[in-house]
């Protein structure tokens, strides 16, 4: 696998959002991983029109074995879903996208041999030839390369992208000189969750994790949990493993009266059987610490805290299950994962039934979601999920988190004992 490096530019319209749903687009490219996305500039335009907009630009670092070619074909694609209209070179674009570097390969760079025909204007050059000119380019780059411990090399000028920017630093001693800066989230915080104090479980990575923050993102009180020790007093953290019930109220106790109640519960942890040494369990292994962890806590922390929540006359619960568990996946995973997560699948329904009217019960089904299995599963799971999903790409945790946070907000008041599949049209009906 090969480590490449992909520019983004856009001065039209929303650009952090385009930028930040952008990086996320790459995110779930099946073939893809995205080791490392730069901060987001604010740069000069350069040779563009007159009146052309500040431009918002980026550099993330990949590994893929994909082919070039097959790259850029991916990056046109991503910029014409984003609205891009090619017209007049450099004019005002939503997003562009180019392939910087790939390794060391050179592709279609300088003069063609004596004696050969003129090029016909090559669709793909790499590196890209205008690279080492644009500072907008070659200060995230530095910083992406940095980042992951890569040079970066240019395999033509035989320069690192830190050598390819020092040129341009000298410049900058000049403070009224304009450089590429880093730019902050213009958004303001939504209100969404305001005053609201959510749990959510298994929290420290992955899709807990996201949670977790977009919930904070949105004005919540959000409570963690995971298995590590608390790291300072004054965190707002839960440290206990679910697979003893007596951490499992523990759990409940402690967090309940964290912030004098709870109005939110996500039940997401869940037992990692794939990634690790625990990838090397035996059936029945595994098979134990999903039925303690994923089920079984699931159900005493779900039925403690909705039954405090109803006395109290508010709340909201999300259990996660799995979206094959209806239609079945052959092998031990698809066996395990089944026999698990349709328990909690069915048991939410039950549960919605009890605590209705005041607290609301629904269910996550994800699909194939790009957690830490994801990242480096080999090239035939990748193929498998691009031609599993409709919609041709992994999920990430956020698209989980965007159903996680609209259950829990007031604009799902009417839903309950529902099982919202988030699975890009893999499993319909
Ligand atoms: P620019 O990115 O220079 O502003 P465009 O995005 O309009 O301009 O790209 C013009 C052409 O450049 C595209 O048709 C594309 O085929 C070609 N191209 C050549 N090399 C690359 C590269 N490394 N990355 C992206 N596009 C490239
Ligand atoms: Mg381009």
Known sequence: MGTAYIALGSNLGDRWATLSAAVRRLRAEPGIRVLVSSEFYETVPVNCPPGSGEFLNAVVAIETDREPHDILQLLQHIERQFGRVRSEPNSPRTLDLDLILYGDRVINWGEPPAGSPPPVTPDLVVPHPRMHERAFVLVPLAEVANGIGDAAVHPILKKT???????????????????????????????????????????????????????????????????????DPN??????????????????????????????????????????????????????????????????LSRDL??????????????????????????????????????????????????????????????????????????VWQERVRTETPLEVWGLPEDVAAAALWLASPASGFITGQTIRVNGGAVRA
């Not at 050598?163 to 939504?190: C, I, N, Q, T």
């Not at 109005?263 to 997401?268: A, G, K, P, S, T």
């Open 235 to 300: 965190e707002r953290f839960v440290s206990a493993d679910l697979r003893d019930s007596a951490n499992v109220d523990r759990l409940a106790n402690e967090a309940w009266s964290m912030s004098d109640g709870l109005d939110i519960l996500v039940c997401n942890a869940g037992a990692d059987t794939l990634t690790g040494a625990a990838g090397k369990w035996s059936f029945d292994e595994k098979l134990e610490a999903l039925l303690d962890i994923d089920l079984k806590a699931t159900v005493r």
């Open 306 to 379: 909705g039954r405090r929540m109803k006395a109290r006359g508010r709340g909201c619960i999300i259990t996660v299950g799995w979206d094959q568990a209806e239609t079945g996946m052959e092998g031990d995973s698809g066996e395990l994962f089944a026999a698990v997560k349709g328990a909690v699948t069915c048991f939410t329904r039950s549960l919605a039934l009890s605590l209705a009217p005041e607290v609301r019960v629904n269910c996550i089904a994800p699909g194939w979601i790009r957690t830490a299995w994801g990242q480096t599963a080999s090239a």
């Open 161 to 231: 992208a830190q050598e390819l920017l020092d040129p341009f630093l000298p410049k900058y001693a000049d403070l009224s000189e304009p450089r590429p800066r880093v730019s902050f989230d213009p958004r303001p915080h939504p209100q969404t969750l305001t005053g609201l104090r959510a749990l959510v479980t298994g929290s420290t990575s992955g899709i807990g994790a996201t949670i977790a923050n977009e919930f904070q993102f949105h004005g919540a009180e959000v409570i963690r949990h995971g298995r590590r020790e608390r790291s």
